[in-house]
């Protein structure tokens, strides 16, 4: 999994709780898809395990992530 120097210094020490294989399921499994102005792709899946929808941040190559976080406001 690739990630960005912000994801791993700041990201993971806020969110220790994240985890990889929920990481790669949003990302192989989106139920939603949105561009960033900024080139960043946003990408949604529910995780059973957390409850709640997690949005993962990618960089333009859609793999390399850069944020992740429960997405609390997310509606279908």
């Given at each position: 999994m690739k990630t960005t120097d912000y994801f791993i210094n700041s990201v993971m020490i806020r969110r220790p709780y994240l985890k990889e294989e929920w990481l790669e399921y949003v990302l192989n499994n989106p139920i939603h898809r949105e561009f960033q102005d900024n080139g960043r792709i946003r990408f949604w899946a529910f995780i059973e395990?957390?409850?709640?929808?997690?949005?993962?941040?990618?960089?333009?190559?859609?793999?390399?992530?850069?944020?992740?976080?429960?997405?609390r406001r997310f509606t279908l």
């Open positions: 395990e957390l409850g709640k929808y997690l949005r993962v941040v990618t960089e333009s190559d859609g793999k390399t992530i850069h944020n992740a976080f429960p997405d």
